[in-house]
């Protein structure tokens, strides 16, 4: 058994095993063996980065098995430079979710923390799959423990919230599933990703096949007018929800846009870039204006995300070296702040039981660890030089300006609203006196909570101090992306 | 005309009916309420001919009986040997849910069970008009006994009559279809039928409208007898009426018997007229998608919601049933036809799951049959809200579940032509099934979200348990690993064409 395939189905089994023997009575044996599941799943993880060949473009750990042998579908895993650090990631916040759903969590411990290792499998999963239907089943598969994590342990709207999450983003992989099929059948009866990039395919064939695949993505990412669902869950899901939901399943999509739309469909890309450059433009500076208007945290951050995820997709359809790398690194220290951003605001709501913003101001009084984290994690999210924030964005911003001065000029004023809307609800929730009694009587951060901070502190300054080691890696794979994505595929 | 290889072409059928009726006289001599020996040997019997019946599949052989009336062929051995494991567990699950209904004052539950079956086999194993035929009567006609079995209910009675005068008005249907095809072609074995539509014999004595007309009828017949809209009217009442455990077994083997002759008829019997049946099965399809899963979504009881939902996915697999042609172009069908048959195998299995647990949460005096009733089950067993829970994904096609890879294969049949409707059917399907998605979703919401309004204890013996949890886990083991039954389905179809 490979490398990945330990890393996708340690988590899993551990998650398995949890829903089968663990009762609310053993809650204490139960966290502690979901926490090491995820620590084994996370070690599982670092051969993975420590093997890694940095310099290459070709895909490494390669797995090749036949899995369903009349549909000619292989259990093909390998990473590249594009997915390694997304598998790392993934992990690593699996732990984090475990250690801050602890004592949150006192209902149907086992069934919780199962869930979220077998989600973490999954994901991985998603990350590492060479082969079309097994990249299908394991995206699509995600719905379901994240369809029972908001609903079991999300808030008062959580069965709107759970079903809005499940349809909206069936409806997309509905009809992706299409799209795979149709390339199947063009292609012979191959699902594997790597003839896909070979196969010529014409124009209106492109075009078409492009829109089912962004259905699927852009839902996923989610970008403007598609990302009305991610508010509505995010307000509602449990605090570990919105955290992986934020920190991994929003890349699931923009990934889907490297693994298929780009290389699959090049000329489709190009013809419709001005169309993607143009929602990922509404979603920076639109989205970046509603966030600032919310009344509550959640949906802040939430808003915050759509525009952060903007520029991911904008580097993306640059098509520039600078670009791409600025959008992938944006999607993995986007990880890293809007997982901090979620647990933060969990710390507060596990305490006060409210989100609203409204209900807080001058905690620094009462939680002065606390409010060191928040602010070091409010400054990342508005893109702050010296935290993970700024690297992605800034290289996405330079990419734009060599591209066209105008793009660059209105993709950068989303640093100018980033800093407004999270610095305005910083001020409010945590400066000046304490707005009400509940405020003054709150208690300062436990070891449990200073542990989980630290270590997104720790990531989110490493990635805004030295980058390095993330553009190393990538930046092969991106180089062999856009040669890809230079050839025609036209007849 | 009866020669050695008739015998053993049939013994699984003449086995099983030597077995039932020594089954029947064995049972006067049973006293006890629950009719434990009955039950026994009828398991012992099921179990040794799933057996036979699976090795038989397996040898890939294909043997013809009584001069060609009856043929013992891969594919009617494997659906035989799904048949009888699904009425297996059907007895399994429902026997306390039957005992505790007054339903087992003698052994009738399993002597007409096992006739429902036998009359299954005769129907998958027929090669001529009339014993396909004479295999439908004896299973409907024991259905139709099965569903007023509870004799003292008005809403069985109802139901029980309600499905044997539409029963008896698709028999005829059938018959009367099946009647004009014997009056075009001159014959009523199948094998001779094709023979003579492609070889142009029938067409030549004018006779093609006869055919054809004859056609409609056998695809309203069979419409009628797989519930597919718009001849659907019988299937929620029917589902509704009907004892749950009776409900089960008209629900589940039977499907696979029906798709049995639908393949008998209209691929061996007719597939010259593909073009002609195709398009019906294309209608039908349509209709039972959007009539199914609109009409599911309103539904509060559990059994009409299922109803409908069967109703929806028996639209799904006409879709497979007619991407076997295109254009003239056959090369498709053994493609189509295994896809459809691994749906329609799938699909018994998740139904079998399904109906499983709602049988467990009935009880004396308790029917478990609205949707509240299964709220909160994550919390009183986490275990059946599993079971229950995969059922309900692997129905709406999400995978790993294995209904994912029955709605994959069917929708990759589909496009194997990619001819605009073709792929307009395929696109018309994945938003009807997230339309379906969204009451199975409901029912997973009320086991997983809600607080429990029951408190009873959930009482299981160590059979029913035991099945429950393999038939569970299959739904999701199978999509973790489908290639085998895939391969399976393959190996049985492509014999048809070999």
Known sequence: ?491 | MIDKLSWVAAYPEILLAVMTCVIALADLAVKTPLRGSTYALTLLTLAVVAVFLGMAGASGSTIEGFGGMIVSDPMGNWLKCFATIALMATLVYGRAYAGARDMLRGGELFSLSLFALLGMFVMISGHNFLVIYLGLELLTLSSYALVALRRDDTAATEAAMKYFVLGALASGFLLYGLSMVYGATGSLDIGQVMASIAGGEATLKGSVQVLVLGLVFVVAGLAFKLGVAPFHMWVPDVYHGAPTSITLLIGGAPKLAAFAIVIRLLVEGLQPLAVDWQQMLAVLAVLSLLVGNLAAIAQTNLKRMLAFSTIAQMGFLMLGLMAGVSGGDGSNMANAYSSSMFYVVTYVLTTLGTFGVIILLSRAGFESDTIQDLAGLNQRSPLYAGVMAACMFSLAGVPPLVGFYAKLSVLQALLASPSTFHVGLAVFAVVMSLIGAFYYLRLVKVMYFDAPTQSAPIEASLDVRSVLSVNGALVLILGIVPGGLMAVCAQAVAALFA
């Open chain 1, 1 to 491: 058994m490979g490398l990945l395939s330990l890393a996708i189905w340690t988590p899993i089994l551990v998650g398995v095993v949890l829903l089968a023997l663990g009762r609310d009575q053993h809650a204490g044996v139960v966290r502690w063996v979901a926490l090491l599941g995820a620590l084994a799943g996370l070690a599982v993880t670092v051969p993975l980065y420590t093997g890694f060949e940095v310099g290459s473009a070709a895909l490494q750990f390669v797995e090749k098995a036949v899995w369903i042998e009349g549909f000619n579908v292989h259990y093909h895993l390998g990473v590249d430079g594009i997915s390694l650090w997304l598998v790392l990631l993934t992990a690593f916040t699996t732990v984090i979710v475990v250690i801050a759903g602890w004592e949150v969590i006192t209902e149907r411990v086992n069934q919780y923390m199962g869930a979220f290792l077998i989600l973490s499998g999954f994901m991985i999963g998603v990350f590492s799959a060479q082969d079309a239907m097994l990249f299908y089943v394991f995206f699509e598969a995600t719905l379901i423990p994240m369809y029972l994590i908001i609903g079991i342990w999300g808030g008062p709207n959580k069965i709107y919230a759970a079903f809005k999450f499940f349809l909206y983003t069936l409806l997309g992989s509905l009809l992706m599933l299409i799209a795979l099929i149709y390339l199947y059948v063009q292609s012979g009866g191959s699902f594997a990703l790597s003839d896909w990039y070979r196969l010529p395919i014409g124009g209106t064939a492109q075009t078409l096949l492009f829109f089912a695949f962004f259905a699927a993505f852009a839902v996923k990412v989610p970008m403007w007018p598609v990302h009305t669902w991610l508010p509505d869950v995010h307000v509602e899901a449990p605090t570990g929800g919105s955290a992986v939901l934020a920190a991994i399943m929003l890349k699931l999509g923009a990934y889907g846009f490297l693994r298929f739309s780009l290389p699959i469909l090049p000329d489709a890309s190009h013809e419709w870039a001005w169309l993607m450059i143009a929602l990922s433009l509404i979603a920076v500076i639109y989205v970046g204006l509603v966030a600032m208007v919310q009344q509550d945290m959640k949906k802040l951050v939430a808003y915050s995300s759509v525009a952060h995820m903007g520029f991911v997709t904008l580097g993306f359809f640059i098509f520039s070296d600078l670009g791409m790398s600025g959008g992938l690194v944006q999607m993995v220290s986007h990880g890293f702040v809007s997982a901090a951003m979620f647990l933060a605001i969990g710390v507060l709501y596990d305490r006060v039981h409210s989100r609203e913003i409204a209900d807080y101001g001058g905690v620094v009084n009462t939680m002065p660890r606390f409010a060191a984290f928040a602010l070091l994690f409010t400054m990342a999210n508005a893109g702050l030089p010296g935290t993970a924030g700024f690297v992605g964005e800034w290289m996405v911003i330079i990419a734009a300006v060599k591209a066209n001065f105008w793009i660059g000029l209105l993709a950068a004023t989303a640093l100018i609203f980033g800093a407004a809307y999270s610095l305005w609800m910083f001020k409010r929730v945590y400066l000046g006196e304490p707005g009400n009694d509940e405020v003054r009587g709150l208690s300062d951060i436990n070891a449990r909570e200073f542990l989980v901070m630290a270590l997104l502190a720790i990531a989110v300054l490493a990635m805004g101090v030295y980058p390095k080691p993330f553009t190393d890696v990538m930046d092969p794979a991106v180089a062999e992306l856009l040669r890809h994505v230079a050839n025609s595929k036209l007849n």
